[in-house]
């Protein structure tokens, strides 16, 4: 099902939920960027990383799916994206589920990096998701 958030029309209520998230969490986002190779990204955000080395902000690539779990989809398109992504200036690829608890990528971090979740980079990931649920249901 479709679901529409801050005038956008979304392929599904997930997506609207996740634009809402990003809204709250003061990240810059975009639906629907190119595609890279066999995988079509649903977002490209863009959040700050105070570290001295990172240049100000770290920029994803998401596949937003409808799953609780991650664990068995380590063969989706976007995880073989880490570290960077050929062809754009996205730091890497993620997948984000159906909540907070179900969100992966690998980055380059200062000198160093690796794997990532939602709550590495927002303390308050599970209030923002509480509110951007209330903010994309249907009145």
């Excluded at 998230?21 to 975009?30: K, N, P, Q, V, Y």
Aim: net charge negative; charged share 20%.
């Amino acid at each position: 099902m479709s679901s529409k958030y801050n005038g956008i029309q979304f392929g599904t209520d997930l997506e609207a939920i996740w634009a809402a998230f990003f809204d709250l969490a003061g990240w810059e986002w975009r639906s629907n960027p190119a595609a890279i190779e066999d995988w079509k990204p649903d977002f490209k955000v863009t959040f700050k990383c105070e570290h001295s080395e990172c240049g100000g902000s770290h920029t994803l690539l998401v596949s937003v799916l409808p799953v609780k779990s991650l664990n068995n989809l380590e063969a989706h398109p976007a995880l073989s994206h880490v570290y960077g992504v050929s062809g754009s200036d996205a730091d890497g690829g993620a997948l984000f589920g159906s909540s907070p608890l179900a969100t992966k990528w690998v980055i380059a971090h200062g000198s160093g990096g690796g794997s990532e979740s939602i709550y590495d980079r927002v303390e308050n990931a599970d209030e923002l998701w509480a509110r951007a649920v209330v903010v994309t249901t249907p009145n």
